[in-house]
């Protein structure tokens, strides 16, 4: 066996058994200490230098860390005067992703805690090193030490939680499997009655053009154009579409800005970036950058498309998506895992292979030239999302019949702890009733 010690100062605690492990002489021991140790070495014994903390700028590393810690505290801080004018809840419902749940079991070290949990980041398999025209800049070992960095706080609050949520399969899973039965699955839920086909309606843009239906427009929609959402696959489609479909008006949603990876090196932005590559390709008059529009824009922008282009890196996926199914919007989407979950190929949608040369075209020029076959799939997607994504008849009453049944539950062990002697009776199917009625 291959054994090591890690210890400030070394032995310490672990003198017994190391010594033990030694005289067994069948092992292979090594230990880890710092340099001011003056303790006499058992075995192979190396050490590491502390630097000077007053001199020590903050890693990078730390950074992220750091202001979750800082709004842990403020968060604890408020709990603390909370429960100083009596509040002492049984349950709390918290989102622990900027690290506000971090202390708040020294405040409240009894109620049952719940996470809603979005992304457990890898060093490789998800979104990191997805995209091959955006290498890390970082060696292997930097690399997992980042990605370990960023999951300090998901590791420490997925460990003090009793029961985390999450919207989707997939994401569950990006968890440690050790974690993953505590999670339970339940979308945030999809108002179907709103993200609705709008009938007969027409869109004016500041170019003049007036769109509707019976128009051939492609449409994206990112939060942010950048390449986790594939905004550049996206450009590099539109030379061969227009030369195929001249009268083709695209309409591309989103900001300037960027919601995940790095800016640029260079400074701008990536919509800029990336636009200006291809802008001499096509004619950029027909090409509608709309900025952040109203929901209610976008619903009316989802009835009139023809198709609707989705790229993401293996990452969480965009409510735009399920918003565009819903609007019963023929949706062309890349070929990956988290996707997948959502859109079934040639049933919910069109999938396409991410790095194979014109596969994104193939399937957008599938539903431009048969309009039937493309309002078929349209219909099967917002039937898709009613009938498991809908806000009100789905995912609503399932995160209340959850809920109803933890703190039923949770309330039906502290009765029984206080009447140990009490013969056990079933507590917990009334409780729940009682507590999905206050719900």
């Known amino acids: 066996m291959k054994i090591l010690f890690i210890h400030n100062n070394f032995p310490g605690q672990f003198r017994h058994v190391a010594q033990h492990l ?79 749940t971090l202390f708040i079991r020294a405040v409240y070290p009894d109620a049952k805690l719940l996470h809603y949990l979005e992304f457990f980041y890898h060093a490789e398999g998800h979104d ?77 843009f500041s170019s003049g053009a007036v769109l509707c239906k019976s128009d051939l427009v492609l449409t994206f929609v990112a939060r942010n154009l950048e390449p986790y959402r594939g905004y550049h696959w996206f450009l590099d489609a539109l030379p061969s579409l227009f030369d195929a479909h001249p009268n083709l008006h695209v309409v591309i949603v989103g900001g300037n800005g ?20 291809v802008r001499d390709k096509v004619p950029a008059a027909q090409v509608h950058f709309v900025g952040k529009i109203p929901h209610t824009e976008l619903i009316k922008l989802f009835s009139i498309s023809t198709a609707h282009v989705y790229c993401t890196y293996p990452f969480v996926v965009s409510w735009s998506l399920l918003e565009a199914m819903s609007c019963g919007c023929p949706v062309v989407a890349n070929r990956v895992p988290p996707v997948e979950e959502i859109v079934t190929h040639e049933a919910t949608g069109l999938l396409f292979d991410t790095f194979t040369p014109g596969a994104m075209v193939a399937q957008i020029e599938r539903l431009f030239k048969d309009r039937q076959f493309a309002e078929k799939i349209g219909m099967q997607a917002r039937a898709h999302i009613v009938s498991k994504y809908d806000l009100k008849s789905v995912c609503i009453p399932q995160q209340l019949h959850w809920l109803g049944g933890l703190v039923g539950e949770a309330l039906a062990q502290a009765q029984r702890a206080q009447a140990p002697t009490e013969r056990e009776r079933p507590h917990f199917a009334e409780d729940r009733v009682r507590v999905m009625a206050a719900l």
Not at 24 to 43: C, E, M, S, W
Not at 170 to 178: K, L
Not at 263 to 272: A, D, I, L, N, T
Request: a positive charge; one cysteine or more; proline letters at 9%.
């Open 258 to 277: 960027v919601s995940y990876g790095p800016p640029p090196k260079e400074g701008g932005s990536w919509r800029e970036k990336f636009w200006q590559s």
């Open 128 to 204: 990191v090193g997805f995209d091959p025209a955006f290498p890390s800049a970082q060696d292997p070992l930097s690399l997992e030490f980042r990605i370990a960095a960023k999951n300090f706080n998901a590791r420490l609050t997925l460990e003090d939680c009793d029961f985390a949520l999450s919207p989707t399969q997939w994401q569950a899973r990006t968890y440690p499997a050790r974690q993953q039965e505590k999670i339970k699955v339940i979308h945030d839920g999809i108002d179907t009655q709103f993200c609705a086909p709008v009938p007969d309606v027409t869109m004016r």
């Open 22 to 100: 030694l005289r067994a002489g069948k092992h292979v021991l090594k230990a880890i200490t710092v340099d001011t140790n003056r303790q006499p070495a058992l075995f192979d014994t190396r050490s590491y230098t502390l630097p000077d903390a007053r001199r020590l700028n903050p890693t990078p590393l730390v950074l992220d860390f750091q202001s979750k810690v800082i709004r842990g505290e403020c968060v604890a801080r408020i709990a603390a005067n909370l429960k100083s004018e009596g509040f002492i809840p049984d349950l709390i419902v918290a989102h622990p992703g900027w690290g506000e």
